[in-house]
T-cell receptor, first 112, second 115 residues
Framework: SQKIEQNSEALNIQEGKTATLTCNYTNYSPAYLQWYRQDPGRGPVFLLL?????KEKRKERLKVTFDTTLKQSLFHITASQPADSATYLCARGGGTASKLTFGTGTRLQVTL | GAVVSQHPSWVICKSGTSVKIECRSL??????MFWYRQFPKQSLMLMATSNEGSKATYEQGVEKDKFLINHASLTLSTLTVTSAHPEDSSFYIC???????????FGPGTRLTVL
């Protein structure tokens, strides 16, 4: 089966630092990886999509990388703020009907 | 744009009753809608994929007779949990895609508690 793993359940960092979250996948490379933000009791919100043939994608303070050799995607938040505190989900896609398989998420806590 | 709503946002019901959850795409036509279930501190688990006018495709291990999905239009899908039991208590989330865009737009979720 195609697994997606986010090994860090939680990450605590200080405001202003860069948060780096890791997502690993098994077996063949997915056509794309997506990153979502989920706040408690809410549905996920789409952040970024990176395709297999892209090495890096940026959006404002967010950056995501896709390393097919390491079978890994890294998600960076630069100049982190307390408002960035949330759970971040990685998802692999590219199969039939745009189905996504989600990781368990990393809960990020940014403190003052 | 690309807003998805769910109703109700939370529901409490007695064991053995049925509960219907609605998922609507408010400002776009959804080519496909998905239903997920999320238990506390766990990830989203896909239950089924739904296309307008056709039968839903259920993931392995999901009982299609227990979780009835109806996709009546390009903007509305419903999930009915039949004969609900306490183990069905969970956070149910729908999402929708439009055109050929891979991004999924999620609803705010429905918290179901079965007593």
């Amino acid at each position: 089966s195609q697994k997606i793993e986010q090994n860090s359940e939680a990450l605590n960092i200080q405001e202003g630092k860069t948060a780096t979250l890791t997502c690993n996948y098994t077996n063949y490379s997915p056509a794309y990886l997506q990153w979502y933000r989920q706040d408690p009791g809410r549905g996920p919100v789409f952040l970024l999509l990176i395709r297999e043939n892209e090495k890096e994608k940026r959006k404002e303070r967010l950056k995501v990388t896709f390393d097919t050799t390491l079978k890994q995607s890294l998600f960076h938040i630069t100049a982190s703020q307390p408002a960035d505190s949330a759970t971040y989900l990685c998802a692999r896609g590219g199969g039939t009907a745009s189905k996504l398989t989600f990781g368990t998420g990393t809960r990020l806590q940014v403190t003052l | 744009g690309a807003v998805v709503s769910q109703h109700p946002s939370w529901v409490i019901c007695k064991s053995g009753t049925s509960v219907k959850i609605e998922c609507r795409s408010l400002d776009f036509q959804a080519t496909t809608m998905f239903w997920y279930r999320q238990f506390p501190k766990q990830s989203l688990m896909l239950m089924a994929t739904s296309n307008e006018g056709s039968k839903a495709t259920y993931e392995q291990g999901v009982e299609k007779d227990k979780f009835l999905i109806n996709h009546a239009s390009l903007t509305l899908s419903t999930l009915t949990v039949t004969s609900a039991h306490p183990e069905d208590s969970s956070f149910y989330i729908c999402s929708a895609t439009r055109d050929s865009i891979n991004e999924q737009f999620f609803g705010p979720g429905t918290r179901l508690t079965v007593l």
